[in-house]
């Protein structure tokens, strides 16, 4: 089990961890439906506040917008890479060709094509995009930056 938190220089866990997935066109953002973000993270995560979805044997938190359509959402303190939320993540960027990211990472693209999405100014601030196929791609490009 690899654990997808985020350590300081002395390997003190640090405070928290967030990060986020947002689709994009023309440099803009790209809104989908939200059903397709509940379908995928349904078996594993309470959704009774509209807004603020707890995962499951993790401290990990979905926030996200209460409308049918939507743009993307953050995660904060993703849970370790065991999760089911991890598989679900990657169908969802796939499905939505959505970027994930994270402060100084990312931006993680599913698929090359989407990178042509992404704002100018996400990727001088954080570079060009990487194409992850897996779980492991995600959280190996988490570990090194």
């Known amino acids: 089990m690899v654990n997808l ?7 003190t866990l640090a405070m928290s961890f967030d990060i986020f997935i947002s689709a994009f066109e023309n440099g803009g ?7 397709i973000l509940e379908k995928a993270f349904r078996g594993f995560t309470d959704m009774s506040d509209p807004e603020s979805w707890r ?3 993790s401290f990990a938190t979905i926030y996200i917008d209460a ?3 939507v743009s993307g959402f953050g995660v904060n303190r993703p849970p370790s890479n065991d999760h089911p939320f991890w ?11 959505s970027v994930l990211y994270w402060p100084g990472g990312g931006p993680v693209v599913t698929d090359q094509s989407v990178a042509a999405s992404i704002p100018e100014k996400m990727i001088e601030a954080l570079g ?3 194409v992850a196929t897996s779980i492991q791609d995600i959280s190996r490009f988490i570990r090194e930056s």
């Open 5 to 11: 938190a985020k350590y300081d220089e002395k390997g």
């Open 29 to 35: 953002l790209r809104r989908y439906p939200r059903a």
């Open 55 to 57: 995962l499951s044997n």
């Open 67 to 69: 409308d049918d359509q």
């Open 87 to 97: 598989p679900a993540l990657l169908s969802v960027l796939q499905e939505t060709s």
């Open 128 to 130: 060009p995009a990487k």
